[in-house]
């Protein structure tokens, strides 16, 4: 509920529970709770992509980052402390402010060191395990080294700022645009080898731009179907979509069972298409109308003509005799890393796990992402009545979206009067490294990879 995430704990709480369901899920293995959530829809049968099945394909995948959502989602919800944080800091005496700053860098460069001589130097196997558990560190310590002085983030990179707007993009992408034998090399585009860099120079940039354009319909189709107007089309939509993945699940358990009983499944295709675009189109016909309900219609028969398409290649691949997805295209030229066994739950690390878990609480508790070293030094170094309190962090934000923060008005501000920089204060400009806005959507994300 609003009423609840515009509060200082209910959000935060929230968190915790979602922190402590990762713990459960993966990196406590006696749980079995991810073998009673997956193991129902994902079976351990040999497939192209997972040569020892979905199952154990997606817990190697969802396991190397597992904590990375978590930590990104405390890193945006605390984003507003961390900037005042930086203002409260910089207004107090330069000697004051310095010795603040010193005392929060110090062990912020020791974890990054310890990381560097220590985790970093693991063989792959080793560090693919504990990834999702240290990963945090070189990330969170460059943005806050990054973002130190106002001559450190008074300026940036349009190039490194742009592609930074579609991480996520890219990271989904790759498999599809960019890599090729298992992730093992460069989709080759100009097959001449002497070309290669021009190859790469290619297909980075097809990747890129199509990145942008996932970015670009992610957000217009987040607005459409998840409209922030209306919870009743959001539930309506919510149906909808699931829905859709249950049947788009069925249909390929049943196109799974023809391919390995060599039935004929042409005409089966065809039909469901058919009746698939049938039905979607009375159902936008019913509720759209004008320019929208054209727009739609043109959707629609597109959809119907793709199908007729898809029944084409697929009655060809079903009656040929012919399976071009089977070979050697689809074998990996490089040994893959063993692990003593390959079964969910082998990569959990129940210890690892409670320490990042106890670390993000620190953060969740202290509104501090960068371990509460920050708030710490200002504790310690600030003076007396000096900190970051929710209402001087928050308050301009809730105003801002319209929303009270369950404060009395009549409370007083904690934070003392102090000299704000003018000149060197931070703008959106300044944010732009750590914070990106787009059609009202804030996303903030912190990956592992």
Known sequence: KN?????????????ALVG??????????????????FSWWMNDIKTIGATLGPRWEWYFRS???????????????????????????EGLPAHQSGLIKTAATLPILGALYWWYTGVFQYEKPVYNSTNAYFGCIPLLGYIFLRNLTPTLRGSYSHALHELGKVTLETYLLQHHLWLSSNAKSLLRLIPFEEWRACNMLVTTTVYFFASRELYRLTMSLRGMILPDSSAKDCIRNLIVFCGTLILSWGIGALLNHMVETQAEAAPLIFGLSLAFGTVLFIAIKMQHNGAQQKSSQFAVVFTIGLSFVAYAVLYQYFTSGTRV?????????????????KIPGEMANPMLGLGILGVSMVMLFSMDSYFGFPMLALKMFGGEGVNVTYADAYQPLLDSIGVGSGLPSSAPSSTPTVALPTTDEPSDKDDAPLLRTSSGNTRSRASGN
């Open 3 to 15: 009423d609840v995430n515009h509060t200082q704990w209910g959000v935060r709480l929230k968190l």
């Open 20 to 37: 402590l369901l990762i713990y459960l899920i993966w990196d406590l293995k006696e749980s079995n709770l991810y073998n009673l959530i």
């Open 63 to 89: 396991s190397l980052d597992h904590w990375s959502t978590f930590l990104g989602m405390i890193f945006a919800l605390n984003y507003p402390a961390a900037k005042h944080w930086m203002l409260v800091v």
């Open 325 to 341: 997805l089977e070979g050697d295209v689809f074998t990996p030229k490089f040994p893959i890393p063993k692990l003593a066994q």
